[in-house]
C-alpha cells in the first residue's frame, strides 16, 4: 500500500485523535484533543474519528473510560505488544492504520511519547509533521491555519496548509478544555483492526511513579500551598499531612519562603514559579498580585482563609472562612477515613 | 552513571548553536524576523544539546580510549557551538553544509555523514531553545534505523552492548528502560550538570580549524515528513480568555483590589464560588465534598 495523499473525493475530511494513555491509563490531553479536533471538524464539515492502541486485559477498561466522552467511531488496534510503549509498536501500528483510514489530519498530543514516535510515522508516510500547535484554524480555499509555537513561547509561527495534503498535529496540554462527559452513555462504532505490531527494541525495566514530595512543583497535579497565615515553620506539618493525604505536593508563597518556612524551589508566584496544577488549595495566603499572577491558571483554586477581604477570595472557585489549624486536619482525617473505607473493599 | 567493562565508546554529539529565546525577543512586523532587543544577537549552545555533551564526555572519562566527535548542521557564522565542544574537550569537530531549511533536512544531512560512519551512540538535544520542534533526534535515527529513546533525564548504566537509561514522562513520571547499541539518544536541559569551560581552552578552540563537509540529500524526499517552507513568524498575541469592564457602582477600593487580583473579574467568579463559613466541623465536610465532587479524591 502506498501513501498517496487523499484524492479530491467528496468524501468529508478527516480528522483522527490519538487518544493516548500512560501506563494503561487514557492521557487527559486526549479529551482535550477531542475538543480542539470537533471544533474544526465543524468548521471544515468534516468527521472526527479516535484510534487507540490497546491490549487484550486493558481493553475493556480503556474503552470504558473512553466512550464517557466520546460518541465519534472508535479505530481499536489491540496487541500484546502495547502492554508497554516502545517506538517501534507505535510507529508500525499507526503506520498501517493511517494507510487504511487516510485521515487529512491527525491529531497528538506533544508528549514524550508523542514526540517519540510521531516523527517517525509521518517520515515514513510522507506526511507533513507540525510539532507543538497551539490552534488549527480554517482559513480560505480549504487550507488551515495553524499555528506553531517556537522560542519558549516567544514566537508563533504561522502556515497556511492545504487540507488535502495529510499532516499530524501535535499539541501541549492546556490548549483546549476537555469536553464535559457525555450524559446520556453513548454508544459509538468501534472498529478493530488486525494489524502486525512489530516488537520494541528498547526493553522497558521498571515503572518509576512520581513522588509528589519531591515532584517539581510545575509539574504537580495538585498543590497544596501556605502562606505566612500558617504561623510558623512548624505549624506547616499540617500542610504537609494534607498534602501526602490528597497526594499533593507542597508549595508556599514567597512571604512563608522568605522567613525560611519553606525552600525557594516551592515558591509560587512572580519571583517564584507559574504552576497549573488541576487543584491549588491555599491556605493562609492573602493573595497578592504577585501571587496570583503564578496560579490563577490553575483548574480549581480552593481557598482558606480568616480574612474575607483577602484578595485571593477573588480568583477561588471554592472559598473557606476559617481558621486553617482547625479546618486542615479535620479535612486530612476525613480523606483519610475515606482512604481506609476503600482500601478493604478494592482488596475483595 | 555506572559504566561497566570499560571498553571504548566512539560517540557523536549533535550540536546547534541558538538564539537564546529565555532573553526578550521580538518579531520584525514585515520581514517575520526573530530579533533579540540587543544590538548584538545573544547565541548559546542549546541547553538539551549541552547536556548531550556533557553525558558524553563523562561517559569517555569512564572508559578510556573512547572519542567523542561533534557535529553541527550549520554556517561559518554558526560554528560557535562546535568551539563549545572543543574547548569542552571532545576529540574533533566537523561542520556540516547543505541545501534545504528546517528540523527534518538537518536530520538527513546528519543521516548522510552518519551512513559513512557508524558510531556506537549518538547523542541529541531532546529539543531546541529556538524551533523546539524536537524532531532532529527521532528523524536521524528513522533515517539510519536505529531504537531511540527520547527525552532521557538520567543515564544509569552503560555498557559495550546497551545503555540503561531513565526517560522523563508527564507530569513526573519516569522510566527506566535499556537500548541495545548502537542507538541514539535524546537528552532533556537540565539532565546533567553542566561544567564550566575555561575561557582560555574557548579560544585554543577558536584558532582551531573546524572541517567542513558538504553534504548533497538525495533529490527525492521520500522517507522525510514535510516540511512546511511558507511560514510566518508572529509575535504571540494575549488571547483574552474574559474580557470585563469594571463595575461603576463598585468603590474604589474595590476596584483597586480587582486590579490587584491580576483582572480576576470578582462580579463573575464571586457567582461562580460560593464562600463557606461556619464551624470547623462543617466546613471541613463542606471543603471535602468539593474535592470529592472534582474527584480530587
Known sequence: MNSLPVSPSPAPPLVLVFAETLWGKLERLSFELLADARKLAASVKGRVEVVLFTTQEQRASLLEELLAHVREPIHLVEHENFAEYSTESYTSGLVQLLQVLQPNLLFLGATTYGRDFAPRVAARLGYAYFPHCLLSKTATGGKLDITRVTHGGRVHIQTNWPLAAPAILTMKAGVADAPAAEKTPPNPQVTSHALKIAAGKVRLKKRIPPDPRTLDIRQAEKLVSGGRGVGNKENFAVLRALADALGASLAASRAAVDLGWVEYERQVGQTGKTVTPRLYLAAGISGASHHLMGMRDAGKIVVVNTDRQAPIFSVAHFGVLGDLHAVLPRLTERIQADKKKATPATSK | ?297
Not at chain 2, 560517540?11 to 538564539?19: R, S, Y
Not at chain 2, 559495550?160 to 537509561?165: D, F, G, M
Open chain 2, 1 to 297: 552513571m555506572k559504566v561497566l567493562h570499560t571498553t571504548p565508546f566512539k560517540i557523536a554529539v549533535c550540536l546547534k548553536e541558538v538564539l537564546d529565546a529565555r532573553l526578550p525577543l521580538k518579531v520584525e512586523a514585515k520581514t517575520g524576523a526573530i530579533q533579540q532587543d540587543a544590538p548584538e544577537p545573544v547565541v548559546t549552545l542549546n541547553p538539551a544539546d549541552r547536556s548531550a555533551l556533557e553525558f558524553a564526555m563523562q561517559l569517555r572519562e569512564q572508559s578510556p580510549g573512547s572519542r567523542v566527535e561533534v557535529f553541527s548542521v550549520s554556517d561559518v557564522a554558526g560554528q560557535a557551538a562546535l568551539w563549545y565542544g572543543l574547548a569542552r574537550g571532545a576529540d574533533d569537530a566537523e561542520r556540516i553544509e547543505g541545501s534545504g531549511k528546517g528540523a527534518p533536512y538537518t536530520a538527513a544531512l546528519l543521516a548522510t555523514r552518519f551512513h559513512k560512519e557508524t558510531f556506537d551512540l549518538i547523542c541529541c538535544g531532546d529539543e531546541t531553545l529556538d524551533n523546539s520542534s524536537a524532531l532532529v533526534g527521532p528523524l536521524l535515527a528513522e533515517i539510519l534505523d536505529l531504537p531511540q529513546v527520547t527525552g532521557v533525564v538520567r543515564i544509569v548504566e552503560c555498557s559495550k552492548s546497551s545503555i540503561l537509561v531513565e526517560r522523563g514522562l508527564e507530569r513526573g513520571s519516569r522510566e527506566l528502560v535499556e537500548m541495545d547499541l548502537p542507538g541514539l539518544i535524546t537528552l532533556k536541559a537540565e539532565s546533567v550538570p553542566w561544567r564550566y569551560v575555561s575561557y582560555q581552552k574557548l579560544e585554543e578552540a577558536q584558532l582551531r580549524n573546524i572541517p567542513v563537509r558538504r553534504e548533497t540529500l538525495p533529490t527525492s524526499s521520500n522517507g522525510l515528513p514535510k516540511w512546511p517552507e511558507q511560514a510566518t513568524p508572529t509575535a504571540p498575541r494575549a488571547r483574552v480568555k474574559k474580557s470585563f469592564t469594571p463595575d461603576s457602582k463598585m468603590s474604589p477600593a474595590d476596584r483597586v483590589r480587582m486590579i490587584m487580583a491580576g483582572g480576576a473579574a470578582p462580579q463573575e467568579s464571586k457567582s461562580k464560588s460560593s464562600v463557606v463559613e461556619g464551624d470547623a466541623e462543617y466546613v471541613s465536610e463542606q471543603l471535602y465534598r468539593f474535592l470529592k465532587h472534582h474527584e480530587f479524591v
